[in-house]
């Protein structure tokens, strides 16, 4: 999310921002060599950080790889059509596929969730719908809108991108809470992107006319 705060702010042309980028880009820097050299200094983190990068050496990673892997294997015999949507039917196909052991509420990534799910399709469909999207966000941050109108979409991007990525390891997205915010962010970006209602003039009332 701060990154996308952050190139947003680097695009700005805006001359009231322009003589704070250089300090505030500086800043940033320092402050991630900083943060850079205190997790270096922590064994824990360091531990932490090197399971995110290991696939079979971390028991989280692994069961990931292993359902991603019966997932594969489920895509591979509908990649046309799916096996249809929601977690009822997942629930009842995933076991005949599932390495043993390794019992899952879903795909633990949403783009194979939904190949899975819809088929080819569906997740050309599905890639579609995000990519003009985010299109629409970038085009809009960059090019036609006010100050405050901008940053509420970088506000859009920012929350569209954090699910999407965090999207890609678990199932939260098909959860109601986060699937509800996820096209509320898709609406005001469709709302945001639209031009600016010129002010309408109130009318003249009864007793000025006379």
């Known amino acids: 999310v701060w990154a996308t705060f ?3 702010f680097v695009w700005s042309e805006r001359a009231r921002l322009a003589p704070l ?4 880009l500086i800043g940033g ?3 991630l060599v900083l943060a850079a050299l205190a997790v270096s200094q922590s064994p824990a983190l360091m531990e932490r950080l090197a399971s ?3 696939v079979r050496g971390h028991s989280s990673n692994s069961f990931r790889a292993n359902v991603w892997e019966a997932v594969f294997r489920m895509i591979g015999d509908s990649w046309l059509t799916g096996i249809g949507p929601g977690n009822d039917v997942f629930n009842r196909i995933y076991p005949l596929y599932m390495i043993s052991g390794f019992h899952a509420l879903g795909a633990y990534n949403i783009f194979l969730e939904v190949f899975v799910e819809l088929g ?3 997740l050309l469909a599905f890639l579609w719908l995000l990519c003009s999207h985010l299109a ?5 941050i960059r ?3 006010s100050d405050g109108r901008a940053w509420l979409m970088t506000g859009c991007l920012a929350g569209t991108l954090a699910i999407m990525v965090h ?3 678990d199932t939260v997205f098909f959860r109601p809470q986060v699937n509800i915010l996820f096209w509320l962010l898709l609406a005001l970006t469709v709302r945001l992107s639209q031009p600016e209602s010129e002010p309408v003039a109130p009318a003249a009332s009864c007793r000025d006319s006379g």
């Not at 629409?136 to 809009?140: E, F, K, L």
């Open 6 to 8: 952050g190139v947003v």
């Open 167 to 169: 999207g890609m390891v």
């Open 29 to 31: 820097v320092v402050l």
């Open 21 to 24: 980028k250089k300090p505030l």
């Open 52 to 54: 995110m990068v290991t």
């Open 136 to 140: 629409r966000q970038v085009w809009a």
């Open 120 to 122: 080819i399709v569906g």
């Open 143 to 145: 090019e036609r809108l």
